[in-house]
């Protein structure tokens, strides 16, 4: 069983810059496809980006392309998503999450492990 943890969300000027963090537990880690997406109210929830167990393999959803960069550090156990220029578009409640299985992937229902969310909101 893994659990995630996510931090570093929080409120930013459009044209700034956030970095979140996910902490991994219970699990190997460095075998898990992870992902990072994101949820705002009524809608459902967003593929944002996804990188494969050794790093060989990252999309990125088009709308972030070019801002978002996702890495993660096997050996800490950790998943980031370094966010700049920063949009209003960009608010919603941003997850981590861990496939089983090795490879990335943009869909949320191959995710087996989520964490509970980081608020991140972008003022205009």
């Known amino acids: 069983q893994v659990q995630l943890v996510e931090s570093g969300g929080g409120l930013v000027q459009a044209g700034g810059s956030l970095r979140l963090s996910c902490a991994a537990s219970?699990?190997?880690?460095?075998?898990?496809?992870m992902g990072w997406f994101r949820q705002t109210p009524g809608k459902e929830r967003e593929f944002v980006a996804t990188?494969?167990?050794?790093?060989?393999?990252?999309l990125y959803a088009d709308s972030v392309k070019g801002r978002f960069t996702i890495s993660r550090d096997n050996a800490k156990k950790m998943l980031y998503l370094q966010m700049n220029s920063l949009k209003p578009e960009d608010t919603a409640v941003y997850y981590c999450?861990?496939?089983?299985?090795?490879?990335?992937?943009?869909?949320?229902?191959?995710?087996?492990?989520w964490g509970q969310g980081t608020q991140v909101t972008v003022s205009s």
């Open positions: 999450a861990a496939r089983e299985i090795r490879w990335s992937s943009s869909a949320a229902p191959n995710y087996d492990y």
């Open positions: 219970g699990g190997t880690f460095s075998t898990n496809g």
């Open positions: 990188i494969s167990w050794r790093m060989s393999d990252i």
